[in-house]
């Protein structure tokens, strides 16, 4: 098997190695890499210096980057996909609901950071004004109302648990979130992890952990973004297989991406 798709932007290529790395990344190390994914080095260089400008980078003092501290945020978020149905509990029907309705919608900033948090905890608009999602999540709804400001929900919103929904005409589950899709994509990824995994080692150091970058940030993604839905709306043991084969799969390229890096930064 080969993945020869290029990630998305420099942008993209550049936060997820700060993520990775165990230490401050320097420039001359992400440009080398870069050239990896056909990026050129000016792109990694102008992509660095307005990354420190949006403080999404930092420069630390022993000359490498990373994480400013609303990078950090969304990263420290991510870290916690092993755990995905840990941190699950037996759904009882009952709903948690965030109110938005008076927070407006013509900061189109501040409304992609609102939809960019609420959607990471699988909430969907249920009405105008009105997210809901299955009170299925294993956490403290004080500390989930901080996470999600952290993550850019304005601290107006109101976030509430309701016991059950009374309307005279109720959106479908599939209406909300994408049941279907959700389920091939557990499949999808996994199958596509398990077959990387018999061939890798076949593969050069260069080929290996590209093609380990690009699987492993789709699947990752997926997982940030899985709504955490519960075992009666999609097939909680396809994601736990995925999420299973995502702890085997990542153990491998954590270990080839430290491999590159070492190589990399020594030539």
């Known amino acids: ?3 020869r798709a290029q990630p998305h932007s420099a942008k993209k290529l ?3 190695l700060v993520k990775a790395a165990d230490q401050p990344i320097s420039a001359p190390t992400l440009v080398r890499i870069g050239a990896l994914f056909e990026l050129e080095a000016n792109n990694i260089r102008v992509t660095l210096n307005r990354l420190v400008a949006q403080g999404l980078l930092i420069l630390s003092d022993q000359g490498g980057y990373i994480f400013g501290q609303e990078a950090q945020v969304f990263a420290d978020q991510q870290k916690r996909w092993h755990a995905l149905e840990q941190s699950l509990k037996q759904w009882d029907g009952s709903w948690l609901a965030i109110y938005v309705a008076n927070l407006g919608r013509r900061d189109r900033k501040q409304l992609r950071k609102r939809e ?9 608009e249920f ?3 009105l997210l809901i999602r299955p009170d299925n999540l294993k956490i403290d709804i004080a500390i989930l109302k901080q996470n999600l400001v952290e993550l850019g929900l304005e601290p107006q919103a109101c976030l509430f648990r309701a016991s ?11 209406a909300l979130w994408p049941l279907q899709q959700l389920n091939d994509k557990y499949l999808e990824l996994t199958a596509e992890m398990q077959l990387w995994l018999t061939d890798y080692a076949s593969k050069s150091l260069q080929d290996a952990a590209r093609e380990s970058f690009l699987i492993g940030d789709k699947v990752l993604h997926e997982i940030a973004y899985d709504p955490r839905l519960p075992g009666e709306m999609i ?5 736990q297989n995925m999420v299973e084969t995502m702890i085997q799969f990542n153990a491998v390229g954590r270990a ?4 590159l890096i070492a190589t990399v930064g020594n030539d």
């Open 1 to 3: 098997m080969s993945v």
């Open 14 to 16: 550049i936060l997820n």
């Open 116 to 124: 960019r948090a609420t959607t990471l905890w699988g909430f969907r």
């Open 127 to 129: 009405e105008q004004g």
């Open 164 to 174: 059950e929904l009374q309307c005279e005409q109720l959106p479908s589950d599939s």
């Open 235 to 239: 097939n909680s043991a396809s994601r």
């Open 256 to 259: 080839i991406w430290s491999e």
